[in-house]
């Protein structure tokens, strides 16, 4: 569970890191609403049925920034966050999971995980690259959303 919790936290860092850079990124103007648009998407699928308010991401997607050294928190660097006096600024992520690994709010996790694939492959085609998380899937025998 704290290894699922740490990569979405990493998620909402990278969301945030994103929407902080459209300004300077070479995207048409479209593409631009697009990028918001999108990774707003994935946001509300963890938002809906009181899951991670969503200040909270934004917070969380902080917290796992070091801006000092110009690089995401380690897993071990998480795991200490969360045994700190700040982790409770973490309780609705752990509780998000706790809630899904009890068959709770499923749907919100079907729709986080769909507006990740749509964001995806926005940014595969945005970039000029090929189709990562297609190939991803095949690569760890998943079926694709």
């Avoid at 938002?47 to 308010?53: D, E, K, P, Y």
């Avoid at 920034?65 to 200490?80: A, K, M, P």
């Amino acid at each position: 569970m704290i290894s699922s919790c740490y990569l979405v936290a990493c998620l909402f860092s990278c969301l945030n890191r994103a929407r902080e850079s459209v300004p300077f990124l070479e995207l048409s103007k479209s593409d631009d609403t697009k990028l918001l648009a999108l990774s707003a998407k994935v946001s509300l699928g963890f938002l809906r049925n009181l899951g991670i308010f969503y200040v909270s991401q934004f917070s969380i997607g902080h917290d796992l920034y070091s801006r000092d050294e110009n690089r995401l928190l380690t897993y071990r660097e998480f795991c200490t966050l969360l045994l700190s006096e700040n982790s409770v600024w973490f309780s609705r992520l752990l509780e998000y999971f706790v809630q899904t690994g009890q068959g709770q709010n499923l749907e919100r996790v079907n729709e986080a995980l769909e507006a990740m694939a749509e964001l995806s492959s926005f940014l595969d085609a945005a970039v000029g690259g090929g189709e990562s998380l297609e190939q991803r899937y095949r690569s760890e025998g998943v079926e694709a959303i």
